[in-house]
């Protein structure tokens, strides 16, 4: 293996973006995260629910079995051999498997989608399987297998269905990612990054939410249908409950997933009794506007950057 000069691939991310906090750019958080799991699934030949894409995460990833795949499996169902460049599908067991951490009062509990996410992203990037410039690592070109030719298609074809082959059977990253004095590195800096990351991604995410609430209440109201408002909002509603829920409006513990509830049924009453467009966009389109803003301008969440840079640099 060349650790040096790899082959690679561009893939989702753009020039120089990394793997952690992604969203800064001219696309909204919630339009580039929807975008790169349709394409990651298409790519990938994965259903849906084999992949976790995450608003912390560039990228997003697939989610291992625990316990593995099962007598005669080497991948997911569906998988297509393309796919099989990509690292991310040859993840090392301690890397696939998410950690149970104990803590000093003998309760545990398994990492969360958020944890687990952000640690691979850092081993990721850490070990040099994803570069911001230049992609992600080519796993069968390390191997001289060209996925561009049709032999070498069949012949991962012919793997993945369960025929040995004695190249594709030693592949193996833990060379790349594996730290014999330090093998838990990232579990560590993954508790002391992700909280802010949680913060700063809720500004982010927020910010394109407001810019998307912003556009759908100032709508041209002669040629809206209420029906097309409706379910605009009820869709941005449903991002900022996933993403932004727990994101605190006040003093008094009021959080987005508040709003959400009130808006949501603020609007469904107002599409079963009385469709106006304008009592929509001017009552709880506004209402979760208005919230939304309130995260996305918030000065206590914006420090998060602030500590995420330094963090960044005494990594430097």
Known sequence: MDFF???????????????LLPGMGSVPLHALVRGRLRAATADWGLDPTDVLATPLVSVPLPLYYEGGFGPGRRRWDGVRPEAMTHPLLWLPERLAQRYEMIFPDGTS?????????????????????????????DVLALHDLDIGDPAVRDRVSRWLAGVDDPVLDSIDLSDWTERAGDPDWALAQTQVLVADLVAASWVIACEGLTT????????DRTSTKFSAAHTALLG????????????????????????VNDVTGWANDLAASNPSLPELLDGPAVALLEAVDAVRSNPVLAESFDSLAEVAALAD
């Open 236 to 259: 941005f509603a449903r991002v900022a409950s996933d993403w932004v829920g727990a994101a605190p409006l006040t003093g008094a513990g009021t959080t987005i997933e508040d709003t």
């Open 212 to 219: 998307s609430l912003m556009n759908l209440v100032q709508a």
């Open 109 to 137: 509990r398994i990492e969360s989608d958020a944890e687990y996410c952000v640690r691979v992203a850092l081993e990721a990037e850490a070990a040099g399987l994803f570069d911001p410039a230049e992609g992600w690592v």
């Open 5 to 19: 000069t790899p082959p690679r691939r561009t893939w989702l991310t753009e020039p120089d973006e990394h793997l």
